[in-house]
């Protein structure tokens, strides 16, 4: 069974403070996928990023960083310089393996809500 | 690009009727995704389509629930004699055929149910 962990419930911040959401996640699967997806006010569910579990590099995107540690089984996201606008629900997601039959859906985490004060 | 759209966005019902809610995904996208969220809570799968195929259900999928893609296009999904509990966020997604493992889900506004 997958299951996705998000034990951080709700984070407050003040504007322009890093801070890191925490994901840890449980498979069974030697090829897997993680994702983060974030939830604004609206509703809307927003990809932000795909990682296999083959690619243990860390990525940046602009304020965005990603670090994935297999032995750990987690896949932390960071905003720096955090900004009012990037108040919104933080789902981390697990997905299945490879292969036609390969299970698709997402198992999502519970998610962080994150509070930016101006 | 549109995106996913979903139809309708609210729907407020009495227990015990029927609502089908209708799912357009992104054009290009062969595989359909249906997803409950209630307050609080991450998404929970129920079911996935590739093309009109329906490959996978979930155990939260009651026979209450039935949904269908009947040309590899839209997607509906209906529940019969809803119950309180059927109240959640009925979400849709879609995403990409490429081979080889999951790949990033797009997902629409969903459609509200609330059951009184």
């Known amino acids: 069974a997958q299951k996705v962990t998000q034990a951080q419930t709700e984070i407050s911040v003040v504007e322009k403070e890093d801070v890191t959401l925490d994901c840890v996640y449980e498979?069974?699967?030697?090829?897997?996928?993680l994702f983060w997806y974030k939830q604004p006010p609206s509703g809307e569910l927003v990809f932000l990023i795909r990682?296999?579990?083959?690619?243990?590099q860390n990525e940046i995107s602009g304020r965005y960083s990603w670090n994935f540690q297999k032995s750990t089984s987690s896949f932390n996201f960071t905003i720096t310089a955090s900004q009012v606008v990037d108040s919104a629900v933080y789902f981390c997601?697990?997905?299945?393996?490879?292969?036609?039959?390969?299970?698709?859906?997402?198992?999502f985490g519970s998610g962080t809500r994150l509070q930016v004060q101006p | 690009d549109t995106g996913v759209s979903q139809n309708p966005r609210h729907k407020i019902t009495k227990r015990g009727q029927n609502v089908t809610f209708r799912c357009d995904p992104i054009?290009?996208?062969?595989?359909l995704y249906w997803y409950r969220q209630t307050l609080g809570q991450g998404p929970e799968f129920l079911t996935y389509?590739?093309?009109?195929?329906?490959?996978?259900k979930s155990r939260l999928l009651s026979d209450r629930f039935s949904a269908e893609r009947p040309k590899g296009s839209f997607s509906t999904l209906e529940i019969q004699r809803t119950e309180q509990g059927d109240s959640a966020m009925y979400l849709c997604?879609?995403?990409?055929?490429?081979?080889?493992?999951?790949?990033?889900?797009?997902f629409g506004p969903g459609t509200r149910l609330t059951v009184t």
């Open positions: 054009s290009e996208h062969n595989r």
């Open positions: 997604a879609s995403s990409p055929t490429r081979t080889g493992g999951s790949y990033e889900q797009y």
């Open positions: 389509f590739q093309n009109e195929a329906q490959l996978e």
């Open positions: 997601a697990l997905g299945g393996s490879r292969g036609d039959t390969g299970r698709r859906a997402l198992t």
């Open positions: 990682r296999n579990s083959f690619d243990e």
């Open positions: 498979t069974r699967d030697t090829t897997y996928y």
